[in-house]
Structure formats: C-alpha cells, structure tokens
T-cell receptor, first 112, second 114 residues
Framework: DGGITQSPKYLFRKEGQNVTLSCEQNLNHDAMYWYRQDPGQGLRLIYYSQIVNDFQKGDIAEGYSVSREKKESFPLTVTSAQKNPTAFYLCASIVEGDTEAFFGQGTRLTVV | GNSVTQMEGPVTLSEEAFLTINCTYT??????LFWYVQYPGEGLQLLLKATKADDKGSNKGFEATYRKETTSFHLEKGSVQVSDSAVYFC?????????????FGQGTELSVKP
C-alpha cells in the first residue's frame, strides 16, 4: 500500500542532543513538508521541499535542518539550537499539480 | 497575509446532535479549501475538500460549502456519532507561489457523548 511512513513514533531527546526524524513516502510525490503541532495550536510549517536537492524554510525553521537527497525521503533534524522541541511532528506530501496533502502518523518528540 | 480562523473548542455534543464548526479564511487569490480530521495520537486525514467557489465537499455525512462571498467553509453534520470525536482542522492551499503549503486553523476538538 502506498503511503507516508514516519519513524520513530515516540522519541526522547536529552538536552543538547541532535535527533533525526524519518519520513519516507512511496506515493511518488514531488513535494514534501514538515509541520510541528503544539497543543491547542494549528500546524506550523517548518521546512518544505518541492524537488530533490532543494528545500525552503517555512515559518518556524530556526533550530531545524532537512535534506532531500532522494525523492522518497525527507528527514528532519532537530538540533540543540531548538530550545523548545517537545511537540508532535507531522510529515506530509503532495503530488505536483494537486493540492491534497497526505500525512504520516507523526512522531512525538519529548525532551527529557 | 493568508490565514484561517476556526471556532474555538472544545465542542461537546450528545450523540445524534447537529454539528457546525465555523471556518473563515483570508487569502489573496483563489485557494482550495480543506477539512482534515485527527484522531488521538494519529496524523491528519483528509475529510473533504472544495477547489472553487460554490463547490460542496462531502464525506461520511460531513459537508462544507466554499462560500467566496463570505470567505467561509463551515463544516456540518446532521447527526454526530461517538466515533466522530476528534480534532478538526480547516486549511487552505493552492495559492500561487506558495509551494503547495497548507495553512491551517488552530483546530477544533469535538467530543461526542453517548
């Protein structure tokens, strides 16, 4: 079945650590997105990529980094510079020319 | 700028009650409009969408009409069930030079009691 797979489902980070969240899709979608969700708030865009080897900052990119070396993969690294990383992270993808986004199941990141 | 505003929750209803969740938007151009649903601990699923003015999106008994004159896309369901308990997000996309980004409202939590 086609879809978006995020891993891990739960992730714990110690202060000062970098952690990487995985997002893989087999939908052959061109564009991929990372959103952050905090309780009682909508989703805020961190980074997005419309083609391989290219990506743009979203509204809250500080403290995060991404890469897009393959069409199927768009990993997100939460760096130690992100001071409040505890949140639910969602990855999404869209096929070129369409507007409907498909979402993964999310990764819940907690700082311990 | 472009934005989406939806009614605050939580909304608590009894089973079989009528549901309305208000959503209004601000956008330059002609966006596509969406309702997404999020069940506890999960990602978002598309519930319905409308791509142009006066279109009505519908799915699983839910419906919403794209009203350009009032810049609204209110979600309705005639008779809610306990299984409809979730968080509902209104969103827009499809604006020129926006890279396909979705802009979300803050979400409305719905709780349906038996």
């Amino acid at each position: 079945d086609g879809g978006i797979t995020q891993s891990p489902k739960y992730l714990f980070r110690k202060e000062g650590q970098n952690v990487t969240l995985s997002c893989e899709q087999n939908l052959n979608h061109d564009a991929m997105y990372w959103y952050r969700q905090d309780p009682g708030q909508g989703l805020r865009l961190i980074y997005y990529s419309q083609i391989v080897n290219d990506f743009q900052k979203g509204d809250i990119a500080e403290g995060y980094s991404v890469s897009r070396e393959k069409k199927e993969s768009f990993p997100l690294t939460v760096t130690s510079a992100q001071k409040n990383p505890t949140a639910f992270y969602l990855c999404a993808s869209i096929v070129e020319g369409d507007t409907e986004a498909f979402f993964g199941q999310g990764t819940r990141l907690t700082v311990v | 700028g472009n934005s989406v505003t939806q009614m605050e929750g939580p909304v608590t209803l009894s089973e079989e009650a009528f549901l309305t969740i208000n959503c209004t938007y601000t956008a330059t151009g002609y966006p596509s409009l969406f309702w997404y649903v999020q069940y506890p601990g999960e990602g978002l699923q598309l519930l319905l969408k409308a791509t142009k003015a006066d279109d009505k999106g519908s799915n699983k008994g839910f419906e919403a009409t794209y009203r350009k004159e009032t810049t609204s896309f209110h979600l309705e369901k005639g008779s809610v069930q306990v299984s409809d308990s979730a968080v509902y997000f209104c969103a827009l996309s499809g604006l020129v030079n926006q890279g396909g980004k979705l802009i979300f409202g803050q979400g409305t939590e719905l709780s349906v009691k038996p």
